[in-house]
C-alpha cells in the first residue's frame, strides 16, 4: 500500500514539474512577437526612435530586439546569418542578398523621393568645396587632365546607393563613371571634415549630415570651409533615389507572419507620424544619436504600397545595376524582390510618395 502511495506521490509530482516546464517554456506574447532590428546611430534610425518615442510598436504589441549599432554595410550579412530579422535597404541591397542565397522578400516601402520639390526632402545631396571646378558631370573629364587623378568621392559604402546613383548620374550625361571616379568609403559623419581637408572632393550624404554640412558652411565667414550642392538624389536618379523597403528573411516570414504584419503597421505609422512632423522627428532623431542641433530626417512612402509605380522604380535601379556589370541583362525583373503577403497593411489611398 505505502508502495503505490509513493508511486501515486511520485506520478502527482512529475506531473506538476512537467506542467511548470510546459508554462516556463511556453512562449509569451511578446517574445511570439519579437523581431530584431538595428537601430543604427544615422539617417535609417528615424523610425525606429519615433516608434519607440510615441508608441507605435507598443500599439502592435511589437517587440522590437535592438541588436545595435550595426554599421549598415554590415547588416546586410546580419539578416542572412540570422543576427537580424528585418533590414532597411534599397532594391540594389536585396538584390545583392538574393544573388548571394539569402532567402528574402521586401515586405513594404520604406523611404522615398519627395514630390514636393523640397530638397530638405531628399535622399541624398552630393556637396563640394565652394571654390572647387566641378560645378557639373561636365567638368568630370577636365578635373582628371588637369590634376592627374580621378575624382575622389566620398560613399558611406560601395554597393550601396551613393555609387550606384553617382555612376546613373554621370552615365545619362555622356561621361565614363569609371574613367573618373574612385571612391573613398567614410561614414556620413566623418565626410564633410574630409571634404574641407581636401582628402576627397565630393561629399555625397543622407540627412542629417547634409543639413549639418550646409548648416556650417551658410554660417561661417571663412570662405575655406563654404561649401555648395553639387548635385540632388531627384536629379541625378530620378524619382526612384530614395526607394528603399523593408526587407525580411523568408524563414522568419514563414514562422512569423503576424510579427510581420504587426512591425508594418507600427513601422509605416511611425514612417506617416515623421512626414507630418518632421521638426519633432528630426528633434528625437537628434537626441538618439547625439547630435546638438535638430536632424534633418529622409521623406517616408506614405502608401507602403509596392504598386505599378513602385515597380517602375524598381526596375531603374535593375538597370542601373546591370549598366554598372552589377547583373546581367534580364537576371532579375521587379516582381523578384516582393512578396504581396502583406498587401492588407498598404494603405493605397494613399501616394507612395
Request: aromatic share 8%; proline share 5%.
Amino acid at each position: 500500500m505505502v508502495n503505490k502511495k509513493l508511486i501515486a506521490i511520485v506520478i502527482v509530482i512529475i506531473a506538476i514539474i512537467a506542467i511548470i516546464a510546459g508554462l516556463v517554456f511556453l512562449p509569451s506574447s511578446a517574445n511570439a512577437n519579437s523581431i530584431n532590428g538595428a537601430v543604427t546611430k544615422d539617417c535609417s534610425g528615424t523610425p525606429w526612435f519615433v516608434g519607440y518615442e510615441k508608441g507605435f510598436f507598443d500599439k502592435y504589441n511589437v517587440n522590437v530586439v535592438d541588436k545595435g549599432d550595426i554599421p549598415y554595410a554590415q547588416q546586410p550579412a546580419a539578416l542572412s546569418s540570422g543576427e537580424l530579422n528585418v533590414y532597411d535597404g534599397h532594391p540594389n541591397a536585396l538584390i545583392n542578398l538574393i544573388k548571394s542565397g539569402v532567402p528574402v522578400q521586401a515586405v513594404v516601402v520604406t523611404g522615398a523621393e519627395p514630390i514636393n520639390g523640397s530638397l530638405d526632402e531628399e535622399h541624398m545631396h552630393w556637396l563640394v568645396k565652394e571654390n572647387s571646378s566641378l560645378k557639373g558631370p561636365e567638368d568630370f573629364e577636365k578635373f582628371v587632365k588637369d590634376n592627374g587623378r580621378k575624382v575622389k568621392v566620398g560613399v558611406l559604402a560601395t554597393g550601396v546607393c551613393a555609387d550606384l546613383e553617382t555612376n546613373a548620374w554621370l552615365r545619362k550625361n555622356n561621361i565614363t563613371p569609371n574613367d573618373t571616379i574612385e571612391y573613398v568609403t567614410l561614414p556620413d559623419n566623418q565626410q564633410e571634415q574630409a571634404l574641407l581637408q581636401g582628402d576627397i572632393d565630393i561629399a555625397t550624404l543622407h540627412p542629417p549630415f547634409f543639413a549639418k554640412a550646409e548648416k556650417d558652411s551658410n554660417e561661417t565667414n571663412d570662405s575655406s570651409k563654404k561649401l555648395r550642392i553639387l548635385t540632388t538624389s531627384t536629379e541625378a536618379f530620378g524619382p526612384a533615389a530614395g526607394l528603399s523597403f523593408a526587407i525580411v528573411n523568408e524563414e522568419f516570414i514563414k514562422e512569423h507572419p503576424d510579427t510581420v504584419r504587426n512591425f508594418i503597421k507600427a513601422f509605416k505609422d511611425a514612417d506617416r507620424w515623421s512626414n507630418d512632423n518632421r521638426e519633432e522627428a528630426g528633434e528625437i532623431t537628434a537626441k538618439n544619436i547625439d547630435l546638438p542641433y535638430t536632424a534633418n530626417v529622409h521623406w517616408y512612402s506614405p502608401s507602403g504600397a509596392i504598386d505599378d509605380e513602385v515597380k517602375g522604380y524598381i526596375q531603374d535601379w535593375i538597370d542601373a545595376m546591370e549598366a554598372d556589370g552589377l547583373i546581367e541583362h534580364g537576371e532579375f525583373v521587379p516582381e523578384d524582390l516582393y512578396t504581396t503577403e502583406f498587401n492588407d497593411t498598404w494603405d493605397t489611398s494613399l501616394p507612395n510618395q
